[in-house]
T-cell receptor, first 115, second 112 residues
């Protein structure tokens, strides 16, 4: 089954404790992206990747890191989480090389709470 | 600046009634436009998209949307709403430079 898989789905952590949210897709998509969803703000792009070893900042990259060492994986790293990073996070992928014209396939989301 | 506006935070309709969700965008070039639906606890799923050609596009689950360049709008419609349509709906524009910009969403409630 074609899918985007995120883990963990739910996480409660404390300020400053490094964490990684994993994302994996099995559709051989070139483009992958991370979004955060906050009430009243919709989805805002954190980082995106056009292909292996090619990443760039989205609209709200502060406090986040990413890497793309393999085509299928695109982990989101919070080196020192803060309470303002409490949010619902979505990973998405797209076959389109441009990323903004193709359909985005989303994971089920990871709800992160930072105390 | 590129942006997407969904004026209605939430809408309530009766089951069987028609539905229209509004979306306005701001983008300098010809936009790529999308509507996504998010069911509770789920990721977003594409309902339909507009790239070019016929300005009335059909999507899944009986939804359609009409692109009106003069009004910078891409409103989503459905003739008869089902209880299972209760969800949050997001309009989005492919804004170039690998970006997709989403609106804030409209939550749809369906009354029995």
């Amino acid at each position: 089954e074609a899918q985007v898989t995120q883990n963990p789905r739910y996480l409660i952590t404390v300020t400053g404790k490094k964490l990684t949210v994993t994302c994996s897709q099995n559709m051989n998509h070139e483009y992958m992206s991370w979004y955060r969803q906050d009430p009243g703000l919709g989805l805002r792009q954190i980082y995106y990747s056009m292909n292996v070893e090619v990443t760039d900042k989205g609209d709200v990259p502060e406090g986040y890191k990413v890497s793309r060492k393999e085509k299928r994986n695109f982990p989101l790293i919070l080196e020192s989480p803060s309470p303002n990073q409490t949010s619902l996070y979505f990973c998405a992928s797209s076959l389109s090389g441009t990323g903004n014209t193709g359909e985005l396939f989303f994971g089920e989301g990871s709800r992160l709470t930072v105390l | 600046a590129q942006s997407v506006t969904q004026p209605d935070i939430h809408i309530t309709v009766s089951e069987g009634a028609s539905l229209e969700l509004r979306c306005n965008y701001s983008y300098g070039a010809t936009p790529y436009l999308f509507w996504y639906v998010q069911s509770p606890g789920q990721g977003l799923q594409l309902l339909l998209k507009y790239f070019s050609g016929d300005t009335l596009v059909q999507g899944i689950k009986g939804f359609e949307a009409e692109f009106k360049r003069s009004q910078s709008s891409f409103n989503l419609r459905k003739p008869s709403v089902h209880w299972s349509d209760a969800a949050e709906y997001f309009c989005a524009v492919g804004a170039g430079g690998f970006k997709t910009i989403f609106g804030a969403g409209t939550r749809l409630f369906v009354k029995a």
